[in-house]
């Protein structure tokens, strides 16, 4: 009886003795964070709007906005994937995003925008392009360099893009005389989901230098002012857009009812009005 209480005492030990060292080993494991290569990105409230490989790279781009491409400013979200086993790429950078339209007897660029760094949190590499006509009158590419670091290549590849005319107009072109007769693309960028109340109040401005050339401008002054053409009044409280960065204008439009509203825009350069017959058309 004493042996076999002897042998019950020593096997509980070794139990206890082995719970413990897998506890401690499942503390242990718990405690090292192994950073892993992410795999796949969150696109549920983006829309894919072109892919292609990126020759020489070993790269596949995929393009996507935050809805189908428009004559207008359109900000764009580029995934870049092993083009052997179609991992996510996050190690490189973007060495170009030109787009251009073919229209057969000619072509032309428009402005553009990109960062060549990745978004750190979002995985993807951004960048905007202020499309100045839809695709029914051509043929728009996205033309897309990529340093892929992991592989140690570069490389260039051509995306064709579809780009519709907007509904309503967001996106102005027209000659201003005062600045040597410059070719000025002036586009909507906010709000694009208007409330009643102050709204964020954002338009671009670039010129066209050439056909290939659309520089941001940086040196005009914009004044705002909405009306409500059916109800014959303005709104108060408005606050006029201002230069950020890269002709990036950001001001405060103050909506007081629902309804259809026109922004009425006044461009200046040096204190000398230059421009104030553009308008952009709000209705929510």
Known sequence: MKIFKLWALVLMAIAIIASCKKENTTEDTNSISTPKTPTAIDTNKLVRVGEGYITRAAAKAVVYAEKSLFVGYNKLYIAMYDSV?????????????????????????????????????????????????????????????FHNHKANKEGEGEIQVMVNNPTVSVMKNFIVAGDDSAKV???????????????????????????????????????????????GHGSPNNVNPVLTTNGHYKGKVNFTMTGFWRVHVKLYKNGTLLENTQFFDITF
């Open 185 to 231: 693309f002036l586009s909507l960028v906010q709000p694009t989901n208007p409330n009643i109340g102050l709204n964020d109040f954002e338009i671009t401005l670039h010129k066209k230098l050439d056909m290939m050339t659309f520089p941001a401008i940086n040196n005009y002054t914009v004044t705002i002012e909405p009306e409500m053409p059916s109800m």
């Open 85 to 145: 086993n179609s991992t996510l790429l996050t190690d490189g950078h973007l060495e170009m995003l030109h787009p251009m339209m073919d229209m057969g007897g000619m072509a032309h660029s428009a402005p553009v925008e990109y960062s060549k760094d990745i978004n750190s949190t979002t995985k993807l590499w951004e960048g905007a392009v202020v499309f100045n006509m839809p695709s029914m009158r051509g043929s728009w590419n996205l033309n897309i360099g």
